[in-house]
């Protein structure tokens, strides 16, 4: 399975993004979907995951209420719509995915994107 992110960029405080998640190969062993983001200097960290059948949704309490997952199993991808973007949100966004049900913890998943950088300026 190959993933590849986009739609990343710059934006200010207040503002939204939406990061898209193609995914490609291998598709039809997808169970789960997620995005982590990793800012400078700190570990990665488990943002949003969703399941590619029945698309139960989980996110971390950070980006609950702002960031929305959501995924189209026609085009096989996912997306990330991020509102209301805070400085502290600035990171390289990763999306992830795994054969197995869903987990936030980033050991557990075996595919991954090459990362999207999210900036937010104050």
């Known amino acids: 399975v190959q993933l590849v992110e986009s739609g990343g960029g710059l934006v200010q405080a207040g503002g939204s993004l939406r990061l898209s998640c193609a995914a490609s190969?291998?598709?039809?062993?997808?169970?789960?979907m997620g995005w982590f983001r990793q800012a400078p200097g700190k570990e990665r960290e488990f943002v949003a995951t969703i399941t590619w059948s029945g698309g139960s949704t989980y996110y971390a309490d950070s980006v609950k209420g702002r960031f929305t997952i959501s995924r189209d199993s026609a085009k096989n991808a996912v997306f990330l719509e991020m509102n209301g973007l805070k400085p502290e949100d600035t990171a390289v966004y990763y999306c992830?995915?795994?054969?197995?049900?869903?987990?936030?913890?980033?050991?557990?998943?075996?595919?991954w994107g090459q990362g999207a950088q999210v900036t937010v300026s104050s």
């Open positions: 190969g291998r598709t039809f062993s997808i169970h789960t």
């Open positions: 992830a995915a795994r054969d197995e049900w869903v987990t936030v913890h980033q050991w557990e998943y075996r595919y």
